[in-house]
Every structure is written in structure tokens, then in C-alpha cells.
């Protein structure tokens, strides 16, 4: 059984700060080799793109939304990868899903359907 399970999520004030992690468990199951996402989905709305960094951590890319606000990182000894977030803003309230893609030497994604594990979710709420 492979796994993905987000955590750290919780109701913060706009202008807060949050740090998920996203930890990955199971028999043989790495996420060191692979791009790693972070999406999010509001009631009502489409999953959408927060962020991705690449195997090694060399390399992220953000959506516009949360550029400058939000940083990834990994550990990849660990098997975890995290999202801070700073700066929170209402409209940052969603449901915050991490997600394992590409093998190294794949081009990163902004697409859900590129991603093939998924974790659980934690739900961010952001309060003005």
C-alpha cells in the first residue's frame, strides 16, 4: 500500500502562516526520484495548481496566485515535502491535496491528470 499523507493544515487568520507536509509511507514506495505537487480544491470549484518541485529540489514553479507567498521544499532522506505558506488570504481556503508525478528526466506539470498518487488532503481556512 502506497501513501501520501498531508498534514498541518488548519484555520489561520489572513496574514498567517501555515507549513503542510506531505509524507510519503508503503513498502517501496519513494517519492526521492520523482516531481512532487501540491494542488488545491475549493467547494464548488476545479482542482487547481498550487506548485511543483522537481526530484532534487533545484526547481519549482507556482502558480500566479500564490507566487512570492508560497515556497516548496523536500526532504528527500525523509520522504516529505512541504508547502509554507505565508501572507494567507481568504481566497487560499481550500482543501490541500499533495500528489506524486514524473520520474526524473519527465517535464513537471500543472496538470492533475499527470499526477498518479494522491494524498487524503488537509483543509486550510483562511479567515478574514
Known amino acids: 500500500q502506497v501513501q501520501l499523507v498531508e498534514s498541518g493544515g488548519g484555520l489561520v487568520q489572513a496574514g498567517g502562516s501555515l507549513r503542510l507536509s506531505c509524507a510519503a509511507s508503503?513498502?517501496?514506495?519513494?517519492?526521492?526520484?520523482?516531481?512532487m505537487g501540491w494542488f488545491r480544491q475549493a467547494p464548488g470549484k476545479q482542482r487547481e495548481f498550487v506548485g511543483r518541485i522537481n526530484w532534487s529540489g533545484s526547481n519549482t514553479v507556482y502558480a500566479d496566485s500564490v507566487k512570492g507567498r508560497f515556497t516548496i521544499s523536500r526532504d528527500n532522506a525523509k520522504n516529505t515535502v512541504y508547502l509554507q505558506m505565508n501572507s494567507l488570504k481568504p481566497e487560499d481556503t481550500a482543501n490541500y491535496y499533495c500528489?506524486?508525478?514524473?520520474?526524473?528526466?519527465?517535464?513537471?506539470?500543472?496538470?492533475?491528470?499527470?499526477?498518479?498518487?494522491w494524498g487524503q488532503g488537509t483543509q486550510v481556512t483562511v479567515s478574514s
Open positions: 508503503g513498502r517501496t514506495f519513494s517519492i526521492g526520484s520523482f516531481t
Open positions: 500528489a506524486r508525478g514524473g520520474f526524473v528526466g519527465v517535464a513537471g506539470s500543472i496538470y492533475p491528470s499527470d499526477y498518479n498518487y
